[in-house]
Each structure stands twice: as structure tokens, then as C-alpha cells.
């Protein structure tokens, strides 16, 4: 488990459920009291963002024929002219550099300068992009605009060539020719020589990191909303699995507060991303945590543009004889750094659901992760074949599973007695008694002990669901420390005669058979003594860890797949909208729902017309005969399915026909034969009957025949015998 930073409060479950939750409590108690550490775990209902909508992402290549001077990807010599060309084509198909800055704008442009040294050998940001961008403002305002350009690098100002990057060349841009004219700034985000003046405490947007307590120390000018943001990074393999628009954040925290490198500690407080990541502490890591509560310190990301000029696989750094490097000549550029990032994942081979500070920030509404919601622009990204090669083993590995149902955990210490019985086939989904709300764990390692606290021998179960686009044999990945069972499809798929030590993320490697669409997938886990924790991911054969590609885990009620549980659709009927004479029936309307939609909901339906439901056939069919004149407005409303609901509205007009008139009898008391008749004004002389037969107990509206009735007030009298059982007044216009 996490490195206890805070101290644990211990915390009956109730308490959980009512208290922290403000979940509705299951139906279920736990034997022992439950450790809740900060950062381990969080009920995953907590992460309610409003999910990011939509958007396009723009990938050019040095050869792309749309370019003035198209060169092959391979080419070593790119000119600025160039460069600048495929930057502002890649900035031009996501809606062009005016779509994000106006004249007048302040803007902060960001590369990454990690290293104190010349771009361009794919460590740092190639300097012509930065360039580039600064060029296209100008070239699109003059100096209409204020331009700063500027990271908070790891390496004060010393180490950087005594001014202000000027071992990574930005200082010499003040007397670059392609600049002449061009008015910019240079800005250190770690704010060194001010001593930290322009440095501000900012709150998080979902506090993820735990030991910082939901606050970081970082410039005022990443927390403007008038400062216009362009985020710049270069596309590199790190430790997390990918280093890019989210990662380049790291530079966002000050060094006056944090120290150099950021893990040193300065007047603040302290950078502890990648600390613990190693044996002696389980794998965990603070990283991707950091990573995404800085991106959401940031006020707002205008545009993303990536340097994939020259990359790195295995590392950030270059490594000796540059045999890291991997020339793509390609520039990427939108307005999501999610999407930007899950583009880019794709460009380099990873599966962005590996690489956790990119999920993380989807669920807390930074961006999209949703392959369905993002639209590329100019490259087919099929031509990106080359799969960067993963360095550590936290990249290796990618990320397995986060989200679970949990069980009770129950007193025993024999892992092959079913607790649970027909253990094999349970499939639970969320609210169903005995079982937890969805709970995220925020490492690899799903850390049972935490989450239990047991006092003695226990077992447990985990439960998800997998989806597959379709049927396959995949590699199960999987580490544990005591007994365990995994069961897929019902089937036991894995039950190691001896479990592993828990020294590494990932023991055993298991060939399961996926289902096409839904699967059923339940760990059994054992724990007399040490850690009680397991790790889970299921990936692609002969694979460092790259997830089945589409595969997604998800909990029943809660966050199915859209494709397993796709938007509702309702049909839009010719004749839902209709004018009848009062007396006769409606043509029949009928509606058809599908998609997602399980049901529908009908209202406002005029009295006398009524809505009969074919769930078989996926129908309504509203029918019957308007008992009053009235134009009404109906409503049909589709249940069930992902996203908004569809809603169909109609109407239908009862009219009254010029030689028909109208008068209601109203709270009859019973149902009986009876005789209406129509007098005279004062009610003593009858003039004619108009009905003699049965009339209902309640209200009830009566057309008549007025075409031989003089215009003026008569009285109505409905009678039995000559008792007069109802009497009214009706106006013949």
C-alpha cells in the first residue's frame, strides 16, 4: 500500500456508507473495523465530473502532400521554414491559431526543457517549434499580442548556463533572424530570482495526490483566465508510460517551493512522485497522481502542440550512442491534452488505458479518453508502426484493473471453501446486496489490507466485468501473495500451486480466452499474514504490457461500455401530431424505441387516449377518443441507455364541430340508466330529449345536435323518472 503520509483514522464500514460516502449503506457488514488511508482507495461515485465533450486532434508528417516543401520522415535536416509549416497546418486543421488567441491576448507558451542542453536530439522541445508558435501569433497579429515563453525546468538557473535557459537556446531567440521584429519574453516558472513573489498556493481539482494535502505551489499566471496556455511538449517513453502534454506539467511546479529537482525539497515542500516506485515499497507511486492534480491546477489548457520531431523510447533522457531515439518528423496539435495524449499513445504503440495520469485525468474531466469522441485530423495513424520500446517496469506493466466490487470479508483461511455459494458463476452488479459500491484504488496493487483491516485469516472476492471487441486468447497478468483464484467466465482460469512473492507488479502470466463482449472476471484472495493485495491486467499476447486493445473493465449498473449499452434511439412518428372532431378516435401513434433505451415513459396525454406498451416489440402505441375539446401536448421519453435520454414531443386537437355543442355533467354519483333532457332557459318547458341509456358515475362531456337551436343560455336536466338527478346550464353561441 501507499506510504502512510497522514496518519490512518479507523472507521466502522457504516460509517463509510453514511458518513464519507453519503452512499445509500448496502446490505452488509463487515466482521472487522476498516482502515481508510488517504490516496489508497476512494469510493470511485466521488470522481462525479462532468465528462469532457468531443474534439479533434491534428497529426502532420514531414510528408504530408499538403505541406509547401513535403520531405520524407526520415530526413535529419529539417528547416525552420519547415518546421513552421507542418506546426501551423497542425494548428490550422484543429481551427487555426485565432481560435485560441485574439489580439490583445496574453499568452504563456510551455515547451519542456528537462535537460540543460540544445533541442533537437529529442530529450527537450525542439526550439523551432516553440519558434514556430511564436511566429504564427505574430505573423497573425504583429505585436498585437504579449508572448512569454517558459517552463519551470528541474535545473535552476545556474545549472542552465547562467541566464535563463540559455543552455537550451532560448536566449539566443532574442537575435534569431526568423524572429527579428517579434516581441516575447522569457519566464521562469520556478520563479528563482524573485524568490518565489509570483508563486501562489493552488487548490486541485479532485486532491489525488495525498501527501500534498490538495494543494501545489506554482506561478500565478497558470491560474489567469486571461492568460492564454500552449502547452509544447516533446513525445518521449518515461517511467508513467508516456511523457507528454499531462507529464510536461511536472515543470509547472515551482522550484522555489520544491527545490531542484523537484524531489530535493525547497521553502515549501517536496516532489515525491517516483520515490517509492521499487520492491521495497510494493510498487506504489505518487506520480501519475502528481501528474494529474498539477494539469487541474492550471486554470485552462488552450492548445496542445507536440514536438514528435525526434523522440525517445525507454526513457526521457538520450542514453549513450543515442540509441534511443525515434525520428517521427511529426507534429501534433489540438486543444485537449487528453486526447492529445491518447493520440499520441496510439503514435508510439501503448494503449492509452495504460497509462494511468491519462485516465486519471479523464475521470476528473480534464479531457477525453473516449477513442469514439476524438477525431483525428491528417495522418492515418496506421502509419505509425514503430512500438516504442517500455523501460521500467511501471510502463511495462501499464495499468491493471482499478475499479472493483468487494465482498465482505470472511473469517477462514482455507481459500477452496466457497463463502460464496456457486462462486464460480457470481456476477454481481452495483447495489446488489453483499457487495460494495464501485471503489478506485489508486495503484496497481489493489490494497485489500487497507481497505479490511482484518484482524485475523480472511477471504475476500473481487468482481468486475471485461468487455472485448472480440473472441481472443489474451495474456493474464497477475501477482499475489497468498492463495488465490480468478475465475473468467466461470471458468478457473488461474490458482497458483505456490503464490509469489510480493517483490515485484507482476508474477504470473496466464493465456485466458475473452469472450466477444461481455466477460465475467472474480478474484478470490486469501490473507493470514503481510500484505493482502493483487494485481490484475489483462493484456495482449507477446506484449510488455499493453492491454488488449478496446478491452475495458466496467461495473454492471454504473459505467458499462457505450458500445454494450449505446444511446437511446426513439422513432418520430408522421401522425404524432393530429386534429380530430370531438366524439372521434385518434388514428393510432406509435413509437419504437432501440439503441440503449430498455423502456419508454409516456405524459400528458388528453383524457380519454391512453398508451399501451409492446416491450417485446420495442413499442408504444397510444390510442382512444378525446372525452373534451383541448389541444394538448404529449411527451415520449425514452429510459436506459448512455447519455441523455431522446424525448419526442406530439400533440392532439379535439374540436368541436359547428353543429355539435357541448355541456358536461359533473360528480355523478352513479352509474344508471338515465334520461338527458333540454328546456328552456328558465328550466320549466322541455324542448326535446337529447339521450336516454346509460351514463357513467363521474364526469362526463355530452355532444348534442344545436343545428335547430336558437342562439342563448338553455338548462340541461338529467333525470330518472321525473327526479331530476343533475341540472346545468349549457350556451349555444
Known sequence: MKKKITKAKIIIWSAIAIGLLGLVAMD???????????????????????????????????????????????????????????????????????????????????????????????????????????????????????????????????????????????????????????????????????????????????????????????????????????????????????????????????????????????????????????????????????????????????????DALMCLEYQKTLMSGNSNQVRLNTIIAGPDPVAVDHVCCHIIGTNPDDICHITMAAKIGLGTNNHDSITVLGENLSRYTHQFTRGSIHSQYGQGNRVWLLSTAFPGSDINTQYIANEATLAPSKGDAGWSPPYYFFDDRIDLLSFYNPSGSVVSYAYTNVYSPTAKSASLWMNCEEATKVYLNGTLVYNPASPSANTNIVSDTVVVNLLAGENTLLVKTLQTTGNYDFSLNICEKQTLGNRVDGLKFYIKNYNVPAVLNPAPTLSTPANKTQGIALGSPIANIVYTWGGGATDVTVTGLPAGVIATKNPAAQTVTISGTPTAAASTTYTVTTVGGTGAPVVVSGSIRAYICSSLAQLTISSLASTGIYRLALFDAPGTTELKTLANGTFTAGNTNFLFNKSTLASGTYTWKLLTGVTVVKSGTVVIP
Not at 510498487?283 to 485552462?300: A, P
Open 28 to 306: 452488509m457488514a463487515f466482521t472487522s473495523t476498516q482502515t481508510v488511508i488517504p490516496g489508497t482507495f476512494r469510493a470511485d461515485s466521488l470522481f462525479a465530473f462532468p465528462q469532457a465533450p468531443a474534439t479533434s486532434v491534428a497529426v502532420i508528417a514531414s510528408d504530408n502532400t499538403s505541406l509547401t516543401s513535403p520531405t520524407p520522415v526520415t530526413n535529419t535536416n529539417l528547416t525552420f521554414a519547415q518546421v513552421k509549416d507542418m506546426v501551423k497546418h497542425a494548428i490550422d486543421l484543429v481551427g487555426g491559431i485565432s481560435k485560441y488567441v485574439k489580439a490583445g491576448d496574453t499568452v504563456l507558451i510551455k515547451p519542456n526543457l528537462v535537460s540543460a542542453k540544445l533541442s533537437g536530439d529529442g530529450e527537450t522541445t525542439d526550439i523551432r517549434v516553440v519558434k514556430a508558435i511564436v511566429r504564427i501569433i505574430y505573423d497573425t497579429y504583429g505585436n498585437g499580442c504579449t508572448i512569454y515563453v517558459g517552463d519551470g525546468s528541474a535545473k535552476n538557473i545556474s545549472s542552465m548556463g547562467g541566464s535563463l535557459f540559455k543552455n537550451c537556446g532560448y536566449q539566443a531567440l532574442f537575435t534569431d533572424t526568423d524572429l527579428t521584429g517579434v516581441n516575447f519574453q522569457l519566464i521562469d516558472l520556478d520563479d528563482e530570482v524573485a524568490a518565489g513573489a509570483n508563486i501562489i498556493k493552488v487548490k486541485t481539482k479532485a486532491s489525488l495526490a495525498e501527501p500534498h494535502g490538495g494543494y501545489y505551489w506554482i506561478h500565478k499566471y497558470l491560474v489567469s483566465p486571461n492568460i492564454k496556455y500552449i502547452d509544447v511538449p516533446v513525445l518521449k517513453m518515461h517511467e508513467p508510460g508516456l511523457t507528454c502534454c499531462l507529464k510536461n506539467q511536472i515543470g509547472i511546479a515551482a522550484g522555489w517551493a520544491y527545490g531542484w529537482n523537484k524531489l530535493q525539497g525547497g521553502t515549501k515542500d517536496v516532489m515525491i512522485h517516483h520515490n517509492n516506485f521499487n520492491a521495497a515499497h510494493n510498487y506504489t507511486s505518487w506520480q501519475d497522481e502528481e501528474l494529474t492534480d498539477l494539469s487541474s491546477c492550471i486554470d485552462h489548457f488552450d492548445l496542445c502542440v507536440v
